[in-house]
């Protein structure tokens, strides 16, 4: 079969499937829009203002993440380091005289208005003790990341951006260096977009992007990496948060970073999706719908027959606030398809319940957390259990040591997080991990085989315990620095299928963008 008609039959699949979700747009929109056009109609025309579908995405996404407390130590820097503010674009930038003036601010005021310099560099000091459970093997090391952006924005319909990057480690023995650690200068991003900027409900943007919906879950930057990570995609995106519903469409593949040559996708893998946020089909809350299609066109299955892989996954998220201090966040998603000639039948899903203590000096929020991802139910058995953790961002709302993913595993998490200063957030989390299957093996934040199932099937599923403590302050709103400190017990399936040692990972960090 020629790529192009396995592109289409693809594509093809997926719409099938997902169909549902643009008529539910069209639906709840409607009514919306024809709101929208008599309110315009009784205030006369509005200046035109070159919004982007970047801003629109971000501020729908920002409520979602906004409606609980933030689960990632430098959550609140991420998007200003991948995304630049540009007058063009429209967002003005701040006239605080303390930050106002950086590197870039001061090439910025010589160009022409649009022209947007932006820039970012992190170092962050780590460590992490008994690599692979064995105890003794431990290494301590330095990671920086600088990124230099360049956004154009001529006029309110088309934008381009470019953003370059060299992510380095100091110090680290070279067999704990992977590829989401070092990525010696190389292109980050670079994309262009056309979209509607006097009524902002239309952008089409193709190249080297990022891509993340909800809580980067299933779909995210993963820029607490060294070297985070983006698609070659093309995405069209269509609504607004005034509206209430923002649909996209997208196709992509993942870019694989290569530490010391260019970053490039591989042939192949592809991904495409359907993905819609609805902010007001329930008050102070966000429900989004989603179908994901991820294809490898070569697979080995447990028979040993090879074929290819079509991994369906559909789910809804829905995060909110009520009355009195609680929130709410979770996700349900559902896989289905075929790995080879092995059938696949997987799910995953979790929820938070959080309580803020209102009108207090620390802002404390309790919080209780559950997660399930399924496994095996059999050694080489024919059906697929194990489920697929897609492209997530893991460290901002997983533990924080990043040593395990949402494959074959259950975690209660009860956690506080408080305020002791405007300016800083302490967070205190406690894990109960174990496997969700004893049939299946322990997996790392990739997908990889972390420890192995042994034959016969654990003895126990029990992981281990973990506590995690960490917290940031915010300088001023161009600079950020953090601390963390996250311990693992190991519990009887790793003293019995690994070396058994107890893990920790301490880090400090400093975040400035410029």
Partial sequence: MSSQRRVAVEIKGLLKRSAWLPLLCLVWCLPLLAEDSSAAAGQGMQPAVAQGSLSRQASIERA?????????????????????????????PSSNPDTDWTPAAYLNAHLSHWLWLSGEFRNREEGRTNYGFRP?????????????????????????????????????????????????????????????????????????????????????????????????????????????????????????????SFDKVQSGRDFYGVNLAMTRLVPKATIEPYVYLKTVSSVTGTDKRSGNERLY?????????VPGGFDYRA???????????????????????????????????????????????????????????????????????????????????????FRPTKRMRVYFVASDLSLASRYDSLYDTAGAVLVKVPKGGALSKDIGKEG???????????????????????????????????SSYPYVFMDYHF
């Fill in 313 to 321: 996954t559909t789910g809804l998220r829905w995060a909110g606030t």
């Fill in 64 to 92: 979602s993440k906004e409606s609980v407390a933030p689960g990632s130590a430098s959550a609140s820097f991420d998007s200003a380091a991948s995304e630049p503010k540009n007058p063009a674009n429209p967002a003005a």
């Fill in 331 to 417: 996700r349900y998603s559902l896989q289905s398809g075929h790995y080879a000639d092995n059938s696949i039948h997987a799910w995953a899903g979790y929820a938070i319940l959080g309580y803020t203590i209102q009108k207090s000096r620390f802002e404390p929020r309790f919080s209780i957390e559950y997660n399930y991802a399924s496994g095996n139910k059999v050694i080489g058995g024919s059906v697929r259990e194990t489920f697929d953790l897609l492209y997530p961002t893991t460290h901002q709302w997983r533990r924080i040591t990043d040593l395990f993913g949402e494959q074959n595993i259950t975690d209660l998490k009860p956690g506080i997080d």
């Fill in 136 to 260: 003794g093997k431990d290494d301590a090391y330095g990671l920086t990341r600088l990124r230099i952006g360049l956004d154009i924005g001529p006029n309110s319909w088309f934008r381009a951006f470019i953003q370059a990057r060299d992510s380095e480690v100091i110090g680290a023995n070279p067999k704990n260096v992977t590829s989401s650690m070092k990525d010696v200068f190389d292109l980050s991003q670079a994309y262009i977009e056309f979209r509607n900027g006097e009524s902002g409900w239309f952008s089409l943007k193709t190249g080297r992007q990022e891509l993340s919906f909800g809580d980067e879950r299933l779909i995210g930057r993963s820029n607490w990496s060294n070297a985070s990570r983006s698609f070659d995609a093309v995405r069209l995106t269509v609504g607004t948060q005034d509206v209430g519903a923002l649909l996209d469409l997208f196709a992509a593949s993942v870019v694989k970073n290569y530490p010391t």
């Fill in 468 to 502: 995690d403590l960490y917290g940031t302050y915010d300088v001023n709103s161009r600079l950020q620095i953090g601390a963390g400190l996250g311990y693992l017990v190991a519990g009887q399936f790793l003293k019995a299928a690994s070396p058994g040692g107890n």
